[in-house]
């Protein structure tokens, strides 16, 4: 593995998105923002646009870096360097992994810190956010094995339809249950054993996946 | 030797490309055990019809197809255990390449630069401005032929020793096409690097090639040295008797005939072959030389012919 290719595909792939990069990162600022605003309607509405905008970077990000190589060829103009398949491969998941880390980091911050020192805040809900940003993480690394695997636009989208259904499910299941919603009343953030062994499934789910999309990408024998 | 999925390449110092009993199925193409051997220092023009492989072939030499059977080595390495190695050393050019369409061209040369420590700055400034190419200008304001020459200036300022070019005269216009040409004759003076280009443009393999490979259908037909080509096809003219066929000489074929005109043509030709001819009983009105596409054309139809045979 040649650690100096890979640097420099990863740099120009974070400068061709810096753009999206900027606008996502403000948005998840703003979003965050409003999200713990003690006017519950505002705030509802705050909530909905930190999923949104983790959901529209994921797929933006995932189309940008990833898809679109094939469909634009720039894939052959990468390929013709002196990098290997696996210094391409490294270099890519790396890439669209931290592009998207970089606006749910930032709401995942933002809404922590916030909820953590707003007196109107209740602190409680910290457990429940950590699992819903991680449910959204793992949905992402679904995805990005989709395209992967796929090179398919269609199949991507299909699968973060299919990743939005299964959201709604899980946070009205989340919400509906009696531990789960009494800890979010709480002034101080209590790791259930529930709420712990969620957290457990969904970083195991994603690290399996992230896995599996540098060893599909890596066994691959035709390139364009 | 080296020994790559079962296949046994012999690799020669002073080869520059060897593909030995390289075969790639696709649902509606197969590429059947092909073998080249191209030496250093040498210009190699593939000539093939739409849909041939030549583009497979080319893809499959940069790793970047991986081949159902056989090897293929590069400047002496097997390209599958040296891929990236191999391709510091391979300007590679194919009309299915793209830039950053929102990037601009001086972009694209600080980004290759980076990848290439022995990158040309001069040899790079100098092509920009033979090409009549705008570093600050966008590659989505970019017209083909613009694209064309600023994706062979990043290959060539990086000066490689091996040059694999798909087509890269398709579409020019004739004052484009007269500058990329112009600007890989320069290439082929120096006389350590290697050229092996496709195109449908007989003429510019002609200009350029010191050896020629046909290729159709997925297989190599005929592979040899340019004049060794132009040397020893001819077409043959003759008058001939109405109960005349042709004699069975090896290397000849019937391209047309008329009444009693018939036009042969043959990459055997010799005395002997003549004298056979007069003795069945035809009038020699002419031998001509043919020009490289005749002699492809012939080459393709006398081997498609043999295969429904």
Redesign the interface.
């Known amino acids: 593995m040649n650690t100096q290719a890979i640097g420099i595909l990863f740099l120009k792939d974070l400068y061709l998105s810096r753009r999206p990069l900027f606008a996502y990162f403000a948005a998840g600022v703003a979003s965050s923002a409003i999200s713990v605003v003690p006017q519950p309607t505002l705030a509802f509405a705050g909530f909905i646009l930190v999923l949104t905008v983790a959901i529209g970077s994921g797929m933006h990000l995932l189309g940008e870096l990833l898809l679109s190589e094939g469909s634009d060829q720039t894939r052959t103009f990468i390929l013709s360097l002196p990098v290997s398949l696996l210094d391409y491969s490294v270099a890519k998941i790396t890439v669209v992994l931290t592009t998207f880390l970089v606006p749910w980091c930032t709401m995942l911050a933002c809404s922590l810190v916030l909820t953590a020192v707003l007196p109107w805040a209740k602190a409680g809900a910290i457990p429940v956010l950590l699992v819903i940003f991680l449910e959204l993480l793992a949905a992402y690394a679904l995805q990005l094995v989709t395209a992967v695997v796929s090179q398919s636009t269609g199949w991507t989208i299909g699968v973060m339809v299919a990743c939005n259904v299964f959201l709604n499910l899980f946070l009205m299941t989340l919400f509906q249950n009696p531990e789960v919603s009494e800890s979010m009343k709480g002034t101080v953030p209590a790791f259930s054993p529930l709420i712990v062994r969620i957290i457990a499934i969904e970083v195991a789910f994603i690290v399996v996946a992230l896995g599996l999309a540098l060893a599909m990408q890596v066994r691959k024998r035709d390139l364009v | 030797m080296i020994h790559e999925a079962g296949v046994a390449v012999s690799t020669k110092p002073e080869s520059a490309i060897t593909l030995s009993h390289v075969s790639k199925r696709y649902r509606h193409f197969a590429l059947a055990d092909v073998s080249l051997d191209f030496p250093r220092g040498t210009v190699v023009g593939l000539i093939g019809p739409n849909g041939a492989g030549k583009s497979t072939i080319m893809?499959i030499m940069?790793?970047?197809?991986?081949p159902d059977s056989g090897a293929v080595s590069i400047l002496g390495q097997p390209i599958s255990s040296n891929?990236?190695?191999a391709?510091?050393e391979?300007g590679?050019f194919?009309e299915?390449?793209?830039?950053?369409?929102?990037?601009s061209i001086g972009w694209h040369l600080q980004?290759?630069r980076?990848?290439?420590p022995g990158w040309d700055d001069d040899y790079a400034a100098q092509l920009l401005s033979r090409f009549g190419l705008n570093a600050e200008q966008q590659v989505k304001g970019l017209s083909h032929g613009q694209r064309v020459k600023a994706?062979l200036l990043l290959i060539l300022a990086r000066r490689p020793m091996l040059l694999i070019l798909d087509e890269p005269t398709n579409g020019l216009d004739p004052v484009a096409r007269h500058e990329v040409l112009t600007e890989l004759m320069r290439v082929v003076e120096d006389e350590n690097r290697t050229i092996l280009f496709s195109s449908h443009n007989t003429q510019d393999v002609e200009k350029l090639s010191d050896s020629i490979t046909f290729i159709d259908r997925g297989q190599v037909i005929a592979s040899r040295g340019r004049d060794e080509f132009l040397e020893q096809w001819r077409r043959i003219r003759l008058q001939v008797p109405a109960d005349w066929t042709v004699p069975g000489l090896p290397g000849f074929r019937l391209e047309s005939q008329f009444r009693s005109q018939r036009v042969l043509s043959s990459d055997h030709f010799d005395q002997v072959a003549l004298d056979a001819l007069q003795a069945s009983g035809a009038t020699l009105e002419g031998v001509e030389r043919m020009t490289l596409e005749e002699i492809f054309v012939s080459s393709v139809m006398r081997g498609r012919e043999e295969k429904s045979a």
């Not at chain 2, 940069?62 to 991986?66: E, I």
């Not at chain 2, 390449?97 to 990037?103: A, N, V």
């Open positions: 893809r940069m790793g970047l197809v991986a891929e990236a190695a391709k510091r391979i590679y194919s299915d390449i793209r830039l950053y369409k929102r990037e980004f290759v980076s990848v290439f994706v």
